[in-house]
């Protein structure tokens, strides 16, 4: 998954925001200092919506436009890792998925974004049913009621989320710390240990059973 994950930040401005534009979505600066820098913006970070709307199919001059719209505050949602993201360094416990359940309502209170590493959480309603269970911003779904949707079109999580007939939504999640730290996982070497009569010199661990 690396780190090329959604994320959402609020600008207030303060002389300006701090960032220009290329090609339309991409950030193609970022000035030390302003309040694009310390929200975690970065170069490269792909723009995909600006105070909740889309940017997929806007021009370069319709997104500067929607954003000079804003002089006071802006909300963007982006796709790259936030400078304020945790890293593996900063991990003390392996980490896991976790259950979130969400009592059924005509409004769960959060929205997902479709991203070819999977379907996150890109938005909550705060005191909202979904942020009241848990659930957090950048979260990852992988079941929906024990069903795996990981490979699911996004359109078809979404509906599975809307048309439940059960009184509660059962969801299965990941946050970006446990997809860092298992990437980082993923590049440990392989390595032959010999015994000796002390033993291999390490314990395994048991995490849990995840049902």
Same mark, same amino acid.
């Given at each position: 998954?690396?780190?090329?994950?959604?994320?959402?930040? &609020?600008? &207030?401005?303060? %002389?300006?925001?701090?960032?220009?534009?290329?090609?339309?979505?991409?950030?193609?600066?970022? +000035?030390?200092?302003?309040?694009?820098?310390?929200? %975690?913006?970065?170069?490269?970070?792909?723009?995909? =919506?600006?105070?909740?709307?889309?940017? =997929?199919? @806007?021009?370069?001059?319709?997104? !500067?436009? *929607?954003?000079?719209?804003?002089? =006071?505050? *802006?909300? *963007?949602?982006?796709?790259?890792?936030?400078?304020?993201?945790?890293?593996?360094?900063?991990?003390?416990?392996?980490?896991?998925?976790?259950? #979130?359940?969400?009592?059924?309502?005509?409004? /769960?209170?959060?929205? @997902?974004?479709?991203?070819?590493? %999977?379907?996150? #959480?890109?938005? @909550?309603?705060?005191?909202?049913?979904?942020? /009241?269970?848990?659930?957090?911003?950048?979260?990852?779904?992988?079941?929906?009621?024990?069903?795996? #949707? =990981?490979?699911?079109?996004?359109?078809?999580? !979404? $509906?599975?989320?809307?048309?439940?007939?059960?009184?509660?939504?059962?969801?299965?999640? !990941?946050?970006?710390?446990? $997809?860092?730290?298992?990437?980082?996982?993923? +590049?440990?070497?392989?390595? /032959? @240990?010999?015994?000796?009569? $002390?033993?291999? %010199?390490?314990?395994?661990?048991?995490?849990?059973?995840?049902?």
């Amino acid at each position: 998954m690396g780190d090329s994950v959604p994320f959402l930040v &609020t600008l &207030t401005n303060n %002389g300006g925001y701090g960032f220009s534009l290329r090609g339309g979505q991409y950030i193609s600066n970022v +000035k030390n200092g302003s309040p694009a820098h310390q929200a %975690g913006i970065t170069t490269n970070h792909k723009l995909i =919506e600006v105070n909740r709307i889309s940017t =997929e199919t @806007l021009t370069h001059g319709e997104i !500067v436009e *929607l954003i000079r719209e804003s002089p =006071e505050s *802006l909300e *963007l949602l982006l796709i790259g890792s936030s400078a304020s993201a945790p890293t593996v360094s900063d991990i003390y416990e392996d980490p896991l998925p976790r259950f #979130v359940t969400i009592p059924t309502s005509s409004s /769960q209170g959060f929205s @997902l974004v479709n991203h070819p590493a %999977g379907h996150f #959480v890109s938005r @909550l309603t705060p005191g909202g049913l979904a942020e /009241q269970a848990g659930l957090r911003i950048n979260d990852r779904i992988i079941e929906i009621n024990k069903e795996n #949707v =990981e490979t699911t079109p996004h359109q078809e999580v !979404v $509906d599975i989320i809307r048309l439940c007939g059960e009184e509660e939504i059962s969801l299965l999640v !990941v946050d970006r710390t446990y $997809d860092s730290f298992w990437d980082e996982y993923e +590049k440990t070497k392989t390595v /032959q @240990l010999l015994k000796n009569p $002390d033993g291999m %010199g390490f314990a395994i661990k048991f995490l849990g059973e995840i049902m």
